[in-house]
């Protein structure tokens, strides 16, 4: 079972906001969020919050670009998401590109960089506000999860996890969608924490009983929220 550490139960709630470095102009700033690790030289971070009985909180920064509220909101909600699920993120850049060619064809897309923040970029878009934001924030989530299952699921609970769903690689880039690990784990990651209603049309073995047990082998836990309505039979 891979080492999980335990993040305090609510994000700061206090943000700040920064210029990118060589860059002047509000569009390009940066919305950080506190941590209890140095964060990159380019992000400031305020104050890591403690509680009386714990270590300091572990939600790293997540830079936004643009500053509009609507994303912003939704990034600091994501944020909630996994914090109240205790899941560690680790320090993550998340923008919405208006070039959908970044994200290849895809909605989002996940990027570990190596000595930097992980890059996590939301591609899809739709004509209607609020359906727009719907997909957003399910995309958000599920990138989200890439980078959280990068640290946290280690090489033991990967094989375990595709003996479970019946898979053979985790992120073998000659399988179809639905037999990679990797995304069978950032699915139920994804089912088991949000606060709203998502469909799993595209992932298979997507019964409730079979979403739990995948959940609480990643991470050591019942879901927060892993809503009935968003299972198949």
């Not at 899809?124 to 959280?148: C, D, G, M, N, S």
Request: with cysteine; proline share 6%.
């Amino acid at each position: 079972m891979a080492t999980r550490t335990t993040v305090a139960s609510r994000i700061i709630a206090t943000l700040m906001f920064t210029a990118l470095c060589g860059v002047s102009g509000s569009s390009d700033a940066v919305l950080a969020a506190s941590v209890t690790v140095g964060p990159p030289s380019r992000i400031a971070a305020v104050p890591a919050v403690r509680r009386p009985d714990s270590q300091t909180s572990v939600i790293a920064p997540v830079a936004v670009d643009p500053l509009a509220d609507r994303r912003r909101a939704m990034v600091e909600w994501a944020l909630e998401r996994y914090a109240a699920a205790s899941l560690d993120l680790p320090e993550v850049a998340v923008s919405f590109p208006t070039d959908r060619g970044v994200c290849h064809g895809a909605d989002g897309r996940w990027e570990h960089v190596t000595g930097a923040a992980d890059r996590v970029m939301i591609c899809v878009t739709h004509e209607k506000p609020e359906v727009e934001e719907e997909w957003q924030r399910r995309a958000l989530i599920h990138e989200l999860a890439h980078a959280w299952g990068e640290v946290a699921i280690d090489a033991i609970d990967r094989q375990r996890f595709l003996a479970l769903r019946g898979l053979e690689a985790w992120n073998d880039p000659g399988d179809e969608w639905g037999r990679r690990g990797t995304e069978h784990a950032a699915e139920i990651v994804s089912w088991g924490i949000i606060d709203q209603q998502i469909h799993m049309w595209k992932l298979p073995n997507a019964s409730c009983p079979a979403m739990t047990a995948g959940y609480r082998l990643l991470t050591g836990m019942m879901p927060e929220t892993g809503l009935p309505e968003s299972c198949r039979p």
